[in-house]
C-alpha cells in the first residue's frame, strides 16, 4: 500500500503549515466538531493519530494497558522525618516530613506545593519541585 503511505505522509506534512482554524475545518471535515483545543500543535497531532489509526490500527489493549502502566508517575513517598533539599537560585531550601505535613524555616506547611511556591513565587508541584516526581527538581535525601 506504498501509494496510500506516500499520500499520508504528504498530507502530514501539509498540515505543518496549517493554521489551527485550518485544521479544525480538516477535522470537521472528516469526523465532525472538532476538540476545543486552542493549540493548532496538539490539534495536528490527534488528526495525524486519528489518520494514521485509521490507515494502520489503533493500538492492542495490551500495548494501551503497558503504555498506561508506564506513563503512571511514581511518587515516593516521605515517612515522618525524612527530609528532602532542593538547591533554587543558588540557595539550598531543606523541608522535613513531620506527622501534620511538611516543616521549612519553622513553619509548618500542609503540601510540599505550598513550600515550592514559597520558595520560587509561582505555582509548583511539590513533589516534581523537591525531585520525588520525574520532570523536577533535584536532591531528595
Known amino acids: 500500500m506504498p501509494a496510500v503511505d506516500d499520500e499520508l505522509e504528504v ?3 501539509s498540515l505543518e503549515r496549517c493554521s489551527l482554524s485550518s485544521v479544525q475545518d480538516e477535522w470537521r ?3 465532525g466538531t472538532p476538540p476545543t483545543l486552542r493549540s493548532v500543535r ?3 497531532y490527534l488528526l495525524a493519530w486519528r489518520l494514521q489509526t485509521e490507515l494502520y490500527g ?3 489493549a495490551v500495548d494501551r494497558r503497558h503504555l498506561k502502566s508506564t506513563a503512571t508517575p511514581v511518587i515516593q513517598t516521605l515517612l515522618e ?3 528532602v533539599a532542593r538547591e533554587y537560585q543558588g540557595i539550598v531550601h ?3 516530613a513531620e506527622a501534620r505535613g511538611f516543616r521549612y524555616r519553622d513553619r509548618t506547611y500542609r503540601s510540599l506545593s505550598a513550600i515550592a511556591r514559597e520558595i520560587t513565587g509561582v505555582r509548583w508541584n511539590g ?3 523537591f525531585g520525588l516526581r520525574p520532570g523536577g527538581g533535584h536532591g531528595a535525601s
Open 29 to 31: 471535515k472528516r469526523w
Open 127 to 129: 513533589p516534581r519541585f
Open 81 to 83: 522525618g525524612s527530609r
Open 58 to 60: 489503533d493500538l492492542s
Open 94 to 96: 531543606e523541608v522535613v
Open 42 to 44: 496538539l490539534l495536528r
Open 11 to 13: 498530507f502530514l506534512a
